[in-house]
């Protein structure tokens, strides 16, 4: 999978893309990742890529020309010359305004072989480009950060996660909160439990390792006595309850079934719940 960064300030990237998860994906050629500095596509002595708003107003939005040719240079047509072409690529304005970025929209995105990620600046982007250029908006989330770098580093490593190779262990993804996809909760009696039973689009379940005992503080019994279908039914009421509590909203779009439904209503009967 590939990946192009367009930003006035590409040295921002040599930290957040150089670790991890993202950086084992990079050594392993499962994605490519490209900064292209919009101040190249200038052709003033002072590389400008902003100027004041047409109208007035606070601030200096980004100008269109550098945009526009550093995607020409990458072969990449105004999005309605490719309207015939396959979705194969997609190019992603970074805005406040966008389509909130979320684990369902990562796992769209996915699909696609390039991304090219366009960072905002300042007070934003000249609305040509995201008539012309952008398939789409997204925004990581409800505030105003002062450029889309922030961004384009969060989305890179949510997709990367789901990148084919990327993770050690490829079942990981599937229990991890927010995951959409059905809750495969009916594993084989006397299976050992393993994250492939599916969040369903729930948080994730509570994680506790060694030592079992802590300053007094103790793991719960049942995921010690060896019981695998009682630490399975205990993962997802726990998963359930933590939802109910931090995230009740997404209990609207999950996947639950009626076993699901019939311990919710029980946890929402416990005290102080």
């Known amino acids: 999978m590939k990946f192009d960064i367009l930003t006035i300030f590409p040295d921002f990237f040599r930290g957040p893309l150089d670790y991890g998860i993202v950086r084992r994906a990079r050594e392993a050629g499962l994605i490519d990742i490209e900064i292209h500095d919009l101040r190249t596509y200038t052709h003033d002595r002072h590389r400008t890529v902003d100027d004041r708003p047409f109208g007035g107003g606070e601030g200096m939005v980004l100008k269109p020309e550098p945009i526009f040719e550093c995607l020409e240079a990458l072969k990449i047509a105004p999005r309605e010359q490719r309207a015939d072409r396959s979705a194969s690529e997609s190019v992603i304005l970074l805005s406040p305004q966008g389509r909130l970025f979320t684990q369902t929209v990562a796992q769209e995105m996915i699909e696609r072989q390039r991304i090219v990620l366009i960072c905002g600046r300042y007070e934003g982007v000249d609305e040509r480009v995201a008539e ?80 079992a005992e802590f300053r007094g503080m103790e793991v719960p019994e049942v995921l010690v006595n060896g019981n695998h279908d009682e630490i399975r039914k205990w993962r997802r009421r726990s998963a359930l309850r933590k939802t109910l509590r931090n995230r009740p909203d997404l209990l609207d779009e999950a996947v639950l079934s009626v076993e699901d439904r019939k311990l919710l209503a029980a946890i929402e009967r416990e005290p102080g719940s």
């Open 132 to 211: 012309h250029l952008a398939d789409s908006e997204i925004s990581v989330g409800d505030f105003v950060l002062s450029g889309g770098e922030l961004g384009a580093a969060i989305i890179i490593d949510a997709m990367t996660r789901l990148v084919p190779g990327a993770l050690g262990n490829a079942a990981s993804s599937q229990q991890e909160s927010f995951t959409r996809g059905v809750a495969k909760s009916n594993v084989e009696p006397g299976e050992p439990p393993t994250s492939t039973c599916g969040s369903g689009g729930l948080l994730d379940y509570p994680h506790y390792t060694r030592p």
